[in-house]
C-alpha cells in the first residue's frame, strides 16, 4: 500500500507570495491532518479534514487555508507569505474514527526569502 | 501552547542499553501516541495507549501511561543505532474530540554503536 505522499518536497518563495502544497493520503484513509513544524514552536496542528469538510482547526491566522476532495486528496494554501512562514509543513492521513494512528508523509520543505 | 512536554530534551546512550522517555501533558485526554522522526522526514506511528489502558508493548517498546499524573513514558530496550531519531508524545485533548493532536517538544535520542 502506497504511504502519505506530499508535493513538492522543497518550495522556495520570496515574501508576499502564496503557495499551494498537496498531500495525498493512504488508500481508503478519509481524514487529512497538516501540521507546521519549526524549531522554535515544534509541530504545531493546522487543521483536520475529513470527507471534504474541516473538522478541527488549530490557532492560526486566516492565510493558511485548506481543502480536502472528493478522493480525500487535500491541499493547503498559504497566502501572502511571511518569513516565519518558513518550515516543514507534514500531512498525516489516518481512517478517521476514534483512537486511530495517523500515518506522515515525508513533509513539503517551505523557505521564504 | 504545547500540551506536551518530553524529557529529557536529549538523550546519548550506548547500543544495547534501555532508553526512557517521558511525556507530561496538561489536560484530559482521549488517547496518547507515541512517534518517530528521523533527520528531515516524517514521523512514523510507534504506539497509541488509550486512556483506560494502562500499559501497551510492541516488539521492544513499552509504554506506561498514568492518566492521574498525566504522564507516559517509552522505554526502548536493548537500542540499536538505527533508533537515532527525535521521539514525540501525541495527545488528543478529550474535549476536541481524537481529530486534534497536539505534539510535545520531542526527544532526541542518540544511539552510539
Known amino acids: 500500500k502506497a504511504g502519505v505522499t506530499q508535493t513538492p518536497r522543497y518550495l522556495i518563495k520570496t515574501r508576499g507570495q502564496q503557495v499551494t502544497l498537496s498531500c495525498s493520503p493512504i488508500?481508503?484513509?478519509?481524514?487529512v491532518s497538516w501540521y507546521q513544524q519549526t524549531p522554535g514552536q515544534g509541530l504545531q496542528f493546522l487543521f483536520e479534514?475529513?470527507?471534504?469538510?474541516?473538522?478541527n482547526k488549530g490557532n492560526f491566522p486566516g492565510r493558511f487555508s485548506g481543502r480536502q476532495f472528493s478522493n480525500s486528496r487535500s491541499e493547503m494554501n498559504v497566502s501572502t507569505l511571511e518569513l516565519g512562514d518558513s518550515a516543514l509543513y507534514l500531512c498525516?492521513?489516518?481512517?478517521?474514527?476514534?483512537?486511530?494512528?495517523?500515518?506522515f508523509g515525508d513533509g513539503t520543505r517551505l523557505s521564504i526569502l | 501552547s504545547q500540551q506536551g512536554e518530553e524529557d529529557p530534551q536529549a538523550l546519548s546512550i550506548q547500543e544495547g542499553e534501555n532508553a526512557t522517555m517521558n511525556c507530561s501533558y496538561k489536560?484530559?485526554?482521549?488517547?496518547l501516541q507515541w512517534y518517530r522522526q528521523n533527520s528531515g522526514r516524517g514521523l512514523v506511528h510507534l504506539i497509541l495507549?488509550?486512556?483506560?489502558?494502562r500499559e501497551k508493548h510492541s516488539g521492544r517498546l513499552r509504554v506506561t501511561l498514568d492518566t492521574s499524573k498525566k504522564s507516559s513514558s517509552l522505554l526502548i530496550t536493548a537500542s540499536r543505532a538505527a533508533d537515532t531519531a527525535s521521539y514525540f508524545c501525541?495527545?488528543?485533548?478529550?474535549?476536541?474530540?481524537?481529530?486534534?493532536?497536539?505534539f510535545g517538544t520531542g526527544t532526541r535520542l542518540k544511539v552510539l554503536a
Open positions: 495507549i488509550r486512556s483506560n489502558e
Open positions: 501525541a495527545t488528543a485533548p478529550f474535549d476536541s474530540g481524537t481529530y486534534k493532536y497536539i
Open positions: 488508500s481508503g484513509h478519509r481524514s
Open positions: 479534514y475529513f470527507s471534504e469538510t474541516q473538522r
Open positions: 489536560t484530559s485526554i482521549n488517547n
Open positions: 498525516a492521513s489516518s481512517l478517521g474514527g476514534y483512537n486511530q494512528p495517523q500515518h
